[in-house]
């Protein structure tokens, strides 16, 4: 087991909703403090995150990686772009999902996700960040994503892309280190199949979606476990979204999610949700391992 610092993992998710708060200001300085005022986290997985996309309301168009960045000194920040579009003047509009780790990075990945066209649903492009971060217990793929809203088809078409990456990672976990022949761009950097899934799944605790996730998979595989589940068996999810006035809910929901695979149940110490902030239409959630 590699040690690094103490013997706990703090990770933190959270959609940012391009730093606009419930008040509709665009504050990227209170997100980084809402989140240094909760813990000094190792990992901190954000979703929306935008590069200049003045179209989103409330914003003039900054570049939230690079002033998140600036903020979160000593992180090494890794971000996924799923919307790629002209801005109008000349440059590009970038939004997506965002790492930031104080633990040693290995290899990264930026998936796309599924798009089928469905001619009378809005939806948009959609990604899973994918990057290997080297923990107390050894490397980990840590995924963040943040799936379709409007259309449960195209929901289950992405789960079923995370799940197959899954698999992909653990049949890659097997590979063997060569020699030096195969250096370069073949040096084969870890793919473990211990994993973190979390992120704004858009869809509440009671969907069958959820179950798409922790369905098992073939032999050898470890499935993904609800980690609030694991903590609280016998309670209902906690909100993460509606417990502030938003139109997307018409009551409290759970929709934000952290999933683990099982191998990492026993190292799980505690699940939390911040409940009071303002800063985003959701509520950051977080885990803690020891």
């Known amino acids: 087991m590699l040690l690094i610092g103490d ?3 703090k990770l933190l998710s959270w959609n940012i909703q391009w730093g606009r708060g419930i008040d509709g200001q665009v504050d990227l300085a209170r997100i980084v403090d ?12 954000l979703q929306e995150v935008a590069i200049r996309f003045p179209g989103l309301a409330g914003s003039c168009g900054e570049d939230q990686m690079a002033e998140l960045a600036s903020c979160l000194q000593g ?5 996924g772009v799923a919307t790629d579009v002209p801005d109008g003047s000349g440059g590009r509009s970038q939004f997506g999902n965002a790492i930031f780790t ?7 990945w930026r998936h796309l996700l599924p798009w089928a066209a469905e001619l009378s649903t809005p939806s948009m492009q959609r990604m899973l960040l994918e990057a290997v971060i080297i923990t107390q217990f050894g490397p980990v793929h840590i995924m963040t994503t943040h799936l379709e809203y409007y259309s449960q088809h195209q929901r289950n078409m992405q789960i079923q892309a995370i799940r197959d990456r899954h698999v992909e ?3 890659m976990s097997q590979r063997l280190y060569l020699n030096e022949e195969c250096g370069g761009t073949f040096e084969v950097f870890p793919r473990p199949e211990t994993a973190i899934l979390c992120g704004d799944m858009n869809f509440p605790a009671t969907a069958p979606e959820r179950e798409r996730i922790l369905a098992p998979f073939e032999t050898g595989i ?3 476990q609800d980690v609030w589940s694991v903590l609280h068996p016998d309670q209902p999810h906690i909100a993460t979204v509606g417990i502030h006035p938003v139109d997307f809910v018409d009551q409290p929901a759970c929709f934000d999610f952290i999933f683990i695979t099982e191998n990492l149940a026993q190292q799980l110490k505690s699940f939390n949700c911040d409940t009071m902030t303002e800063a985003s239409d959701h509520q950051p959630v977080w885990v803690e391992f020891e």
């Open 7 to 9: 013997n706990t993992l």
């Open 34 to 45: 809402t989140i240094q005022r909760i813990d000094d986290f190792d990992v901190i997985c």
């Open 75 to 79: 992180y090494t920040p890794i971000y």
């Open 102 to 108: 104080k633990l040693p990075v290995g290899q990264v």
């Open 169 to 171: 990672a653990c049949a």
């Open 222 to 224: 470890p499935r993904f």
